[in-house]
């Protein structure tokens, strides 16, 4: 089982491009979750999807910011027109069911110039 | 929203020496898990435990649900245990938001 699968691992962007992070769960894992670390901060929660579904968007920047996840392949965090305040780390989590046990990967970094 | 806090937010010990790290919530839970950010920012996750007490060989964790606390100890602690500890919470009734704090940091010195 090769865990929760995050990449790229390392992205840098110019301000005004696009980002997109990818994840692929767990295997037997249908939850997906995306999270956002700031420099020297904890993990705040993003947005929770199964497939093909939403189900919480509550924590994602209302522009700029989407994530899907389809009913083949991974999940997708998009940012488009980054600026410097994305720079981030970019954690995504799955379990097998919405009140289980999360299994964070390994995060994407993203630097923003 | 649930509020989650932790203590010390940072500790530095000699290796060998024991620690404990506390977590404290707001409200009720349904999920509590104990995660190791290690230096290199790989987030490990080191327990499950909405309530009791488990161990995993030097590392153990207690959470008492009635009073809203969970406390992590690690023993005899090794350079490889430094980096941050985070605690996080399901807040009962709410099947998404993990919420996290916002860690301990723990530097293990030779």
């Known amino acids: 089982n090769a865990g929760v699968m995050q990449n790229p691992r390392h992205l840098v962007r110019r301000r005004g491009q696009e980002a997109r992070l990818r994840c692929s769960p767990m295997?037997?894992?249908?939850?997906v979750y995306w999270y956002r670390q700031l420099p020297e901060e904890g993990l705040k929660f993003m947005v929770y999807l199964q497939k093909e579904n939403i189900i919480d968007e509550s924590g994602m920047p209302k522009e700029r910011f989407s994530a899907e996840f389809p009913k083949e392949g991974p999940s997708i965090l998009r940012i488009q027109q980054v600026v410097r305040g994305d720079s981030a780390a970019y954690f995504c989590a799955s379990s097998p069911s919405g009140a289980n046990v999360l299994t964070f990967g390994a995060g994407s970094r993203l630097t923003v110039l | 929203g649930i509020q989650v806090e932790q203590s010390p937010p940072d500790l530095i010990l000699q290796e060998g020496a024991n620690s404990t790290l506390r977590c404290n919530f707001s409200d009720s839970v349904n999920n509590l898990q104990w995660f190791h950010q290690n230096p290199w920012g790989q987030l490990i996750n080191l327990f499950y435990i909405p309530s009791g007490t488990k161990q995993n060989g030097r590392l153990s964790a207690t959470t008492v649900a009635t009073e809203r606390y969970s406390l992590l100890y690690i023993s005899s602690s090794q350079t490889t245990d430094s980096g941050v500890y985070f605690c996080?919470?399901?807040?009962?009734?709410?099947?998404?938001?993990?919420?996290f704090g916002t860690g301990t940091r723990l530097q293990v010195t030779l």
């Open positions: 996080a919470v399901l807040n009962t009734g709410t099947a998404s938001k993990l919420t």
């Open positions: 295997k037997g894992h249908s939850h």
